[in-house]
């Protein structure tokens, strides 16, 4: 590409030859020293910890080369090509980026100097959870937003994420050099287009707010009620008052504001407004201030009046923008590209005071000299570390509300945190880096490195005095060697046949100290082999300095500081000797890095306010860990993961033998990916978790390569489906009304299916659907009814899914008699939570049904609800947190009393819907009705089996009610001698608990399959970019693969479509693949997990009706797509299949035999 040329002298010869407007800037050039850095590190004021953001393929890593390349680190001419940090091999394949990789960068704005600590992350959707590691160590963020594509996808999810995070952005529209060589556009155009971009942009974030807003003024219009207590007359709620009070000027993005860059980072430019203000001040004698506020917006230079001017649209005349900015850049591009003139070309240079190297100018590819001139004349490092510099925070700024958010895990509230705690607030606040300030770090994600690569082992060059030592060395063994051989030779001679014992002996004894040293050669290898992947903390430092070999406690995210400091003796340091806390762990951090992309620095100490890496911290830390000197520090709240892992694979090794090295190659790819999940089925399946299947492929991989180190298998992707039940048909499989009776025969056709195998005395269906089952031992009788829970209703639990689980926490202790300080938040959200199920579920069917739940499930969290219909059973509603503080002072009232066995049926409701009658898959959207419940006989003994309170029910008390008091001793006889036959019944069949979910368990399944059932599959959304030429191709793809098209656009001023589809998840492996062959590459899809969705056809189907028999035959053998993905999952799990292997065979007829 480039002339042959000496790398170090280019690379010099090019950064002299920078140039910059700005007054009083020296923009800092050249490889900055390590100490220069070290020193940089202690003034946290101007520190700057930032991470860029953007969808994939936007030039997030090309923005990262320029930047790199201004520090001297590469060349200039490599920036976009060299894509310095994506270091794996499958990134610079793929051409996209798989990891957030931090670099420390120096810059120097007039006689300020900074330090930038800059992470470049990830745009694919599959490692969006490394976009979130990014985010948290992070004070601010460059969102790159292409020019042509606009605001994407993954656009919306990182400005979200960095909303969440509360760190501020700033924007970088890139590839403009696209609406010049592609899009043709004129500049006028152009500046219309980028308006429509910024304006999307801001339309995100003004999303965010405008949510953020009401929902603190719903706060205090909640806070106000309670104090006011009066609700007399209609309120009007009036929505827009908060926002029109609510500043949310310094929110946006606008070129005035300085938080707005313009680039081409594969040509090397990119400019602020302030840059152009700045130029034109000096050359048209108008002041900066005016050039700023005018150079964007609907403003004209009016020739003759040499005044700026509005209302240049109204006029028709062209814009500051365009006239001073744009049309200089298109000139450029014409001239350079387009038409390649050269003398115009020389004026360009001339003018603008750049130089030109001849190799330049003289080569093949126009945009070779392009950017060497652009890349001098509008340097796109300058403008966007000025940028990032002046707008961005730094660690000392960090605001009070993210710092509360961080310390505030789960239903706690920052208020109700100990003493010790809340002061630690003042720390983050301050960034101190005393003596005597707590150290606090954050790690964020655990990363694998060749142990070869750490500064401590690499090859580092030698001294002159090294040198010449070694070669002394080598020639006194090659002495040693020579004179060795002379005697052996010597020896040898000598030898006698009488002395040939001893000779045989000789070499024995040399073959086995030889023999020795191979051992030790050989289980060498084997160690070092399994220490070469050495693990590194992606950390920050919050406050304190971080000094090599320090000890510190490692608080998992269950720690509560409350219980910590009660059990750990005042002023306790992690150095000491600690006594066992849960959830408290002590470890030393061996060694400290600098992040530098591709390598490490070794350091001595860490302050606070920047990012660092963390060495000796694999064994206490699996993911992510707040570490810290202070046990009163309170662990963060957890990453905020956007991408949610689906795709899951069964591994094994080729050769059995090898499975020890598989487990401990999985356990390291789980430490080192912080979204992968690796399990063990009960099957002994070891299963990988990923995000899609690109991730799945990295992590392959991975395992193959790094940690493994062995050839594995991977099955099939194991797709999740779930089971639910539906309303009974109305029409049937060629849309016919069915009469009552034809439904009420499909609903009997497929109870006797249900029924068979199980005896009429235990188990009774009734036409209803209500199902009655009796345990083994016939003490208990459960009837259980399944209903299917309306979509909103389901949509809304499986959204909730971690309230569900904090009120079932709450209630949890509760019940332990355990007084938790919930915060007021998850209080309002827990009774929103409540009032948006009771008006969801209205009519006469689900009457008072938000009181009577149970419990939720699987795992006591999930999208099922189990009722309690059984007459004259009061137990202690889920809701109790809510009321508690009404009844504070009776906790056991006679009203809510829990029964024996009350857990077992909970549990039996568990495991039913963990895994249905179907193919074994959890149940989603189900409603169990609980509407009978008989114990005939309770004894003390089983009392005992009991998981929850030895609580005797009223039904129990009544059956052993006692007439008169002088009876008791009667009754207590009785009881002894029923004792023994009964405890004999209780041992035939086990324990009575164990009857009773056994039972229940049973029965929810028999009542699911009393009702029409269905399978629920797994659906992507999927947002699809392409030209018009290959639209029909795409529409081809999605059809073949069950795909349905929701929503098709043309992007305004382009030629391309933006088509919005969903597909379900099991057709979705090697979609972008066939999606790309197919248009050549000129559409890419974007999948991300959506929804569950109902799969219409009931895989149990057969023809019942006349009509049904006419249009799909007796055989009925046309392809049913449930049943095809039924019975997959089946024959996975190894249940039976019902299929025919040989179908219509018919007798070969040979012609031989008739002859």
Not at 914 to 927: A, F
Request: hydrophobic share 35%.
């Amino acid at each position: 590409m480039f002339p042959e040329c000496s790398t170090n002298v280019s690379k010099w010869a090019w950064l002299t030859c920078l140039i910059n407007f700005r007054e009083n800037n020296v923009f800092a050039m050249g490889h900055t020293s390590l100490d220069k850095i070290i020193a940089l590190q202690r003034n946290p004021a101007n520190i700057r910890n930032l991470c860029i953001l953007a969808h994939v393929d936007h030039g997030k890593t090309t923005l990262a080369d320029c930047l790199v390349a201004s520090n001297g680190i590469i060349s200039s001419r490599l920036a976009g090509k060299l894509r310095y940090l994506d270091s794996r091999e499958d990134e610079q394949i793929r051409g996209i980026t798989m990891k957030s990789s931090a670099i420390s960068l120096h810059y120097t704005n007039g006689d300020q100097e900074y330090l930038l600590n800059l992470i470049d992350s990830p745009g694919h959707v599959d490692f969006s959870s490394e976009v979130s590691t990014a985010v948290r160590l992070c004070d601010g963020a460059i969102v790159v937003v292409d020019a042509v594509e606009g605001v994407c996808p993954q656009t919306q999810v990182v400005l979200r994420q960095a909303w969440l995070e509360k760190i501020r952005p700033v924007l970088v529209i890139n590839k403009i050099d696209r609406l010049i060589m592609e899009l043709k556009l004129t500049s006028q155009e152009a500046y219309t287009h980028l308006q429509k971009i910024l304006e999307q942009v801001n339309a995100v974030t003004g999303t965010l707010f405008t949510s953020k807003v009401l929902e603190e003024r719903a706060e205090k219009e909640k806070e106000k009620e309670k104090e006011s207590d009066t609700s007399s007359g209609d309120q009007i709620y009036d929505w827009s008052a908060g926002l029109e009070e609510a500043d949310d000027s310094h929110l946006y993005f606008s070129p005035d504001q300085g938080n707005v860059v313009f680039a081409s980072a594969i040509d090397g430019w990119g400019f602020s407004i302030q840059q152009f203000a700045h130029i034109y001040s000096q050359r048209m004698g108008i002041k900066a201030e005016v050039l700023l506020k005018t150079l964007w917006g609907d403003f004209y230079l009016n020739a003759k009046a040499k005044k700026i001017m509005k209302g240049a649209q109204a006029k028709g005349k062209k814009p500051l923008f365009v006239q001073l900015v744009l049309e200089n850049i298109w000139s450029l591009y014409d001239a350079v590209v387009t038409r390649r003139d050269k003398e115009r070309v020389e004026k360009v240079v001339t003018s603008l005071g750049v130089k030109v190297m001849a190799r330049e100018s003289r080569h093949s590819d126009p945009k070779v000299l392009l950017s060497a001139i652009c890349s001098q004349w509008l340097p796109v490092s300058e403008a966007v570390l000025w940028m990032v510099c002046e707008k961005l925070p730094s660690p000392l700024d960090m605001a009070a509300e993210r710092v509360e958010k961080l310390m505030s895990v789960g239903a706690q509230r920052f208020d109700s945190l100990p003493q010790h705690t809340q002061e630690l607030k003042r720390a983050f606040l301050q960034c101190s880096s005393g003596e005597n300030a707590p150290v606090i770090v954050f790690v964020s994600k655990m990363f694998a490195m060749d142990t070869k690569a750490l500064p401590q082992n690499r090859q580092r060059p030698l001294t002159h005095e090294e040198i010449a030592q070694r070669r002394e060395l080598a020639r006194q063994r090659h002495a040693d060697k020579m004179a060795g051989d002379q005697t052996t030779a010597e020896s040898h001679k000598d030898l006698t046949l009488s002395g040939s014992m001893s000779q045989e002996g000789q070499p024995a004894g040399l073959s086995t100290t030889k023999n020795g040293s191979l051992t030790l050669k050989d289980s060498k290898p084997e160690e070092e082999e399994e220490q070469r992947e050495t693990f590194i903390a992606f950390a920050r430092v919050y406050s304190g300095v971080v000094k090599k070999g320090q000890r510190v406690f490692v608080l998992g995210p269950k720690y509560d500081p409350v219980k910590g400091m009660s059990m750990l003796p005042e002023s306790c340091s992690a150095s000491d000797r600690v006594p066992e806390v849960p959830h408290l762990a002590c470890c030393s951090m061996e060694s400290i890095y600098l992040l530098m992309g591709r390598e490490l620095e070794e350091l001595e100490e860490v302050p606070a306010g920047n990012v660092l890496g963390v060495g000796g911290l694999e064994d206490c830390v699996l993911k992510s860990a707040t570490l810290s000197t202070s046990p009163a520090c309170p662990p963060f709240t957890p990453l905020n993961f956007e991408a949610t892992p689906i795709v899951r694979v069964a591994i094994e090794p080729k050769h059995p033998s090898e499975m020890p090295k598989l487990v401990r190659g999985m356990r390291l790819l789980n430490q080192a990916d912080p979204c992968a999940e690796v399990l063990i089925q009960e099957t002994g399946e070891h299963v990988l978790v990923t995000a899609g299947e690109v991730h799945l492929q990295r992590c392959l991989d991975d395992l193959r390569d790094r940690f493994a180190k062995i050839e594995i298998s991977a099955s099939k992707p194991i797709i999740p489906f779930r089971e639910t039940v539906v309303r009974p048909p109305k029409v049937d499989m060629v849309n016919e009304d069915l009469g009552k009776q034809q439904k009420v025969a499909i609903i009997h056709q497929v109870k006797e299916e249900a029924s068979p195998g199980h005896s009429s005395d235990t188990l009774q269906v009734d036409p209803s659907g209500l199902v009655t089952l009796t345990t083994p031992n016939r003490l208990a009788t459960i009837s259980v009814r399944a209903i299917p829970l309306p979509q909103e209703v389901t949509c809304l639990l499986e959204s909730s899914s971690e309230l569900i689980r904090t009120l079932e926490h709450v209630n949890m202790s509760l019940r332990e008699g355990k007084n938790l300080d919930i915060s007021l938040g998850t209080l309002e959200a827990i009774a929103g939570f409540k009032s948006q199920l009771e008006s969801l579920l209205q009519g006469r069917k689900w009457r008072n049904t938000v009181e009577r739940i149970w419990a939720f499930g699987p795992r006591r969290y999930g999208p099922n609800i189990l009722l309690n219909s059984v007459e004259g059973y009061q137990r202690p509603s889920v809701w109790q947190c809510l009321s508690r503080g009404d009844n504070v002072g009776e906790p056991g009232t006679q009203i809510a009393v829990l029964r024996d066995f009350d857990n077992s049926i909970i549990s039996g409701f568990q495991l039913a819907t963990l895994s249905g009658p179907m193919c074994e898959e959890p149940l989603m959207g189900v409603c169990f009705s609980t509407e009978r419940w008989d114990i005939r006989y309770s004894t003390p003994l089983q009392n005992q089996d009991s998981l929850e309170e030895n609580s005797i029910s009223h039904e129990a008390l009544a059956e052993t009610k006692v007439e008169g008091s002088s009876d008791t001793s009667v009754q207590a006889g009785l009881s002894q001698t029923r004792r023994r036959p009964e405890a004999a019944s209780a041992d035939c069949y086990g324990p009575v608990s164990g009857q009773l979910i056994a039972t229940m368990k049973e029965a929810c399944r028999h009542a699911f399959q009393a009702q029409p059932h269905r399978l629920m599959a797994a659906m992507y959304t999927c947002e699809i970019m392409a030209t018009a030429e290959v639209l029909g191709r795409v529409y081809g793809v999605l059809g073949k693969r069950e795909g349905r098209v929701h929503h098709e656009e043309m992007k305004e001023g382009t030629d391309m479509f933006i088509i919005k589809a969903v597909l379900p998840v099991a057709e979705s492996f090697g979609f972008a693949d066939e999606i790309r062959k197919r248009t050549s590459g000129l559409a890419s899809p974007q999948l991300v997990f959506s929804h569950w969705e109902v799969i219409n056809n009931d895989p149990y189907w057969v023809p019942t009706t006349e009509e049904e028999y006419l249009h799909f035959g007796e055989k009925a053998d046309s392809s049913n797509q449930a049943l095809k993905y039924m019975n997959a999952v089946r024959r996975r799990k190894g249940l039976y299949v019902e299929e025919k292997i040989v179908e219509h065979a018919e007798k070969q007829r040979t012609l031989s035999k008739n002859k």
